[in-house]
């Protein structure tokens, strides 16, 4: 129950927090019900007027500023949340679970992204082309869209707003940001870093409400420019059709069911490692997390008994314990989500060889857990080798040979990131050349994006844009073509 000491958090419009009309609701930890981590917004469509408008009349002076005065202040940004990485990391843990190295090693991250996008702010933005006029000058140059919306999920809860909002602000926009209801506290720490590093009032503003009224709100604002999402791909079509219709510029990034193929020729150790960190870390509810593993026949079996033996060490349980590897998912409704899949994959002639039960004795019983799930025996057509489960759910396919591994792996409506054990240079080249996903990883698990590189999926896991890296720019901005005539 909130009591008189709970924190309570508000939207942040205009370089103000402020406490919308509409009241409160709560956001918990899923090691413990019981505990309320905050009371947090529950915003109406007025409070995102509110923070629209700020963002509005912050856009001209913002965008008036030279690159490196935008990118001073997300350096300091980035100081600020640097020194605050133990309290917001365990903010993090303890509003959606992830273990305590992940949370401050994703709290590390935003600081690297917040630097990164400060450095963008000085670096070249156009070209010189010739010209057919000898006379004349032509060259390129961009413009900020004015307004950005960005809509993040709480998987991520401080690098994907931050690489969202870093880039939109260095190349000279302003943000309403509307964060996943679900980590609204860690969102109002991350604010509240901006806030400190004294960016300049309405140029961020962070609305906390409902998807369908803060959310949709911010896709069908006229006076929002772009919307950058992360999310689901129910979610994110709908966001998509609401820009498209008033021509608004839009960019989802989306599910994933991603595979690693295991060749015969894989280094056992490591295989087993990767497909154990790349499917099971943060709970599996990584949008690049393993979920598919394609073994070729001749190492099916020795795969197998390895990874049941490592994935039973596995220690399940509170993110903020120094011996827990595994965390609960993130709420009630995902953990209801991950066991229907598993129940499914039972119904559906998959054999459960390890865990997928809920754990319930003595403490664990106040949160959402899971053991963490090995399937064999899958076919491409079952639902758990089709679907996004989003948690701790491994399905094993055996493969004839690496032709057929590759064909499976594509054998999906998504193409966010895959992952290849092999020594085989043709094996790689096989799998580069033929993978449809926007992300290919050899020898090396799934997961892992870097900051600095391009990032987002083919097929149904995005609208076919690219985020984070200088690849940012893209959506962040428009090209104006200058030709100048003496
Ligand atoms: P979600 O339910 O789609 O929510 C994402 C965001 O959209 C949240 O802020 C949510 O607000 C908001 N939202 C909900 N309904 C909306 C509506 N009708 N209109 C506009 N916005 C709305 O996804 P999630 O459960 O938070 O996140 C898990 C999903 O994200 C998975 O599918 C995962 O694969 C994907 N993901 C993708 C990437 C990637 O880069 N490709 C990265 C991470 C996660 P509320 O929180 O208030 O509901
Ligand atoms: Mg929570």
């Known amino acids: 129950m909130a009591n008189e000491n709970t924190p309570t958090y508000g939207n942040f419009i205009n370089g103000e927090w402020s406490t919308p009309q509409n009241g409160t609701q709560t956001s918990i930890n899923p090691a413990n019900r019981q505990e309320i981590v905050g009371l947090i917004p529950n915003s109406s469509k007025e409070d995102l007027d509110a923070a629209v408008a700020a963002a509005k009349s912050a856009q001209r002076a913002w965008r008036k500023l030279a690159g490196s005065q935008r990118g001073a202040l997300l350096f300091k940004a980035a100081d600020i949340l640097e020194s605050r990485t133990d309290e917001i990391g365990e903010t993090m843990t303890r509003e959606m679970g992830k273990t305590l190295p992940e949370a401050k090693g994703e709290t590390a991250r935003g600081v690297a992204i917040l630097r990164y996008y400060a450095g963008e702010g000085m670096r070249k933005v156009g070209d010189v082309i010739p010209a057919t006029d000898a006379e004349a000058f032509m060259y390129t140059t961009r413009s900020p869209l004015g307004t950005v919306g960005v809509i993040s999920p709480w998987n991520f809860p401080v690098a994907i707003p931050i690489w969202k909002m870093a880039p939109a602000l260095i190349y000279g926009n302003t943000v309403v940001w509307k964060p996943a209801t679900e980590t609204s506290v860690t969102a109002a720490k991350i604010a509240q870093c901006f806030h400190d590093a004294g960016f300049p009032p309405g140029v961020l503003n962070m609305v906390v409400g409902s998807g369908s009224v803060i959310g949709q709100g911010i896709a069908e604002h006229p006076d929002i420019n772009g919307i950058t999402f992360t999310g689901s791909n129910g979610v994110g079509k709908q966001v998509g059709q609401a820009a498209l219709a008033r021509g608004a510029k839009y960019q989802l990034e989306m599910g994933g069911k991603n595979p690693i193929i295991i060749a015969e020729d894989a280094n056992l150790e490591l295989a087993v490692d990767a497909t154990i960190s790349g499917g099971l870390k943060s709970t599996g509810q990584k949008c690049t997390a393993t979920s598919r593993v394609i073994v070729v026949k001749g190492i099916y079996e020795a795969f197998k008994t390895r990874l049941l033996e490592k994935v039973a060490e596995l220690k399940v349980g509170d993110g903020l ?160 073509t200058v030709f100048i005539k003496p």
């Open 321 to 480: 314990a120094a011996d827990t590897w595994l965390g609960p998912c993130a709420n009630e409704k995902q953990m209801e989500t991950v066991l229907s899949y598993i129940q499914k994959g039972v119904d559906e002639g998959a054999v459960l060889l390890h865990g997928g039960e809920r754990l319930e004795q003595g403490e664990l019983s106040n949160g959402f857990y899971v053991t963490p799930a090995i399937f064999d025996g899958v076919t491409s057509r079952m639902s758990i080798a089709q679907e996004e489960i989003f948690g701790p759910v491994l399905a094993l396919i055996e493969a004839q040979d690496i032709d057929e591994a590759i064909e499976l792996a594509n054998d999906t409506d998504y193409g966010l990131s895959a992952s290849i054990y092999t020594q085989n240079i043709g094996n790689v080249l096989a799998f580069v050349q033929d993978m449809d996903a926007g992300l290919v990883r050899v020898n090396a698990e799934t997961a892992g994006v870097e900051l600095q590189a391009p990032f987002g999926g083919m097929k149904q896991s995005s609208s076919h844009s690219r985020e984070q890296g200088q690849a940012a720019i893209e959506f962040y901005t428009s090209i104006k």
